[in-house]
Each structure stands twice: as C-alpha cells, then as structure tokens.
C-alpha cells in the first residue's frame, strides 16, 4: 500500500509505494517526530521520534510486514547526489 510521511505533523512526502524511495529531505536537527501514514489518511503506522544530529545523514526504513512493521534509521556514510540530510 502507498504511504505518506509527516515530519512533526507536517506531511513531506505522499503516495510512495513499494519499491519506491523518496528523495532526500532536509530536516532540522533535534528530537524530530516522524510518522509513516497511510496514505491519504491520518492513521500512523510507524510513529517515531529520532534525535537527528546535525551535520549527519540519514535513511529511513519501513521494515517488516504490515502487521509487523517498524522503523529502522541507518546513518548514511557516503555523500548522496541530491541531498541536503541535516544541517
């Protein structure tokens, strides 16, 4: 199913499906409230609160079944071509 990503209740992102990716977002470093939406809807099935550091780069995953599902945040190592990250 497609989802929709809110960051701190702003929606950034809607109508990704699988095996999509979203590019990258710029995103102000602190305890930062993301949820993974159903899409065009409100009802949240990841909702996660991360503290992202500046200066760094991240990717986040929705794994798992559905029923099963939950977020996995890897820091990013290499430089992506279009992405601001944290700053």
Known sequence: PAIDVAIDNQ???EGVTYPQASPYLSVT???????????????????????LLANKRYTALAINRVANIEALLVEDRSTPRQANGCE
Do not use: E, F, H, S
Not at 35 to 43: E, Q, S, Y
């Open 11 to 13: 929606k950034v992102i």
């Open 29 to 51: 470093p602190g305890r930062r409230n993301v949820k993974v939406l159903a899409a065009g809807t409100n009802t949240a099935v990841i909702d996660a609160t991360p503290q």
